[in-house]
């Protein structure tokens, strides 16, 4: 027996090496210190019948997938195009949007194009390709579970 076998069965004491924030902290220092080490969910997409879902941060990186039973007798390679597209499609709406906020602001057009982000167009059009590519094709087979 290793000294790993019970790893998961004993209370481990470093189970959480981070420190517990401190009681007397403020609030807003509180949560400043768990943003640090969180990434910020942007974005969101789904497919057509919503049987797929992520949220993602501006890059397109997912912080959560929601997927249906239904949707795993799909084969893998057509379920991760699928999270892929979709983490894409949300991380696109997400600049966009960020794009559009900072020209309300008053910032320029020269600096917004530093930052390479979409415009709304892009966005619009990088939605008309994912429906494209997800769309509603015909199912493998039109038998259905009972």
């Known amino acids: ?16 090496s981070s420190p517990a924030p401190d009681a ?31 949220r993602t941060t501006e890059q397109g990186l997912p912080t959560a ?33 960020h794009r559009k906020q900072l020209l309300a ?3 320029s057009i020269e600096t917004l194009s530093y930052l390479d982000l979409p415009t709304e167009r892009e966005a619009a059009d990088f939605d008309l390709y994912v429906d494209s590519q997800i769309g509603d094709s015909e199912p493998d087979t039109w038998m259905r579970r009972v």
């Open 24 to 54: 007397d902290a403020e609030p807003d220092a509180q949560e400043s210190q768990s943003e640090e080490w969180s990434l910020k969910t942007v974005g969101r997409a789904t497919n057509p019948t919503g049987s797929v879902e992520v």
């Open 65 to 97: 997938i929601r997927i249906e039973k239904s949707e795993m007798d799909k084969p893998a390679a057509t379920l991760a195009r699928t999270i892929l597209l979709l983490c894409q499609q949300a991380g696109k709406r997400a600049a966009a949007a």
């Open 1 to 16: 027996m290793s000294q790993y076998d019970n790893y998961y069965e004993e209370d481990d004491e470093y189970a959480d």
């Open 105 to 107: 602001e008053g910032h």
